[in-house]
């Protein structure tokens, strides 16, 4: 079957309709996204609901004020819809998604066309490295209406939720696109992201030894990163495949003190 029959096929079966997680035209529009193009997509099926709930761990012990989150690479919008019911009247949500399909399917999402009044979204159909040049250059509006943030080149944010499938990438890739996320937080700000377990066998048995390589080596990295930024770590075992899921804070807190990494109260709640 070719992704075009996928694609249509999804359309018969399921009505356009949108839950907290996903339906199964979402199901069968990732799967026909992945089997065009894995590299950028990383997965055959959107995450589970227990991965959602570590990934926007940040937001539920959020600061008493409205917060910015950006979210990268939602692909069909499991994330964006639980962030959503999630955030609260001066939030703002800043969505990043570079499949024009998947971007496609979050604009008329019925979910996060009903989030509550106030909260501010924003959509970008582009690569996450690609944010800074276009604030520089348009100023880009929110669908709030609000107008955004002067002052800086780019908008900073308290909450990062990344979908980026890092291991499919070379690691000059991740390491740009890991110090563009630590750029993009604000002082204190928080990234959560996640790999799939027992990858790096499986790349060398499915792909040869140099993509192998490669991919112990962007592990390396990511394990670098966590080393230096990281606050704690879950294993998601419901999930398909199952998961393990980071979290990472910038050095600098909002009273310009140097960051902690001994904060018991986020590794207990993320753990």
Known sequence: ??????????????????????????????????????????ALAPSGADLVNALVVPVTSRPNRPISVLEVGAGTGVVTRRLAQMLRPGDRLHVVEANPRFAERLREDPVLAARHP????????????????????????????????????????????SGLPFTNFTPEQVRDILDLHLRLLAPGGELTYFGYLGTTTARTLVSGPRRGAR??????????????????????????????????RS?????????RTDDNRQISTFR
Do not use: K
């Not at 070719?2 to 309709?17: I, K, M």
């Not at 394990?223 to 980071?246: M, S």
């Not at 050095?251 to 960051?259: A, E, F, V």
């Open 251 to 259: 050095h600098q807190r909002p009273d310009g003190l140097p960051g």
């Open 215 to 248: 991919h112990r080596a962007v592990v390396r990295l990511l394990r670098q990163f966590e080393a230096a930024y990281g606050l704690g770590e879950r294993t998601v075992w419901r999930n398909l495949p199952p998961a393990r899921a980071y979290l990472l």
């Open 118 to 161: 106030g909260v501010g979204l924003r959509l970008s159909a582009c690569r996450v490295e690609q944010l800074p040049e276009q604030s520089r250059r348009s100023g880009e509006a929110e669908q709030s209406g609000r107008p955004e943030q002067s002052g800086e080149s780019w908008e900073r944010y308290d909450v990062i939720v």
């Open 1 to 42: 079957m070719t992704n075009e029959q996928l694609r249509h096929l999804a359309d018969y079966l399921v009505p356009q309709r949108s839950s907290p997680y996903g339906d199964g035209r979402d199901h069968l529009l990732f799967l026909a996204e992945a089997l065009r193009t894995f590299r950028d997509t990383g």
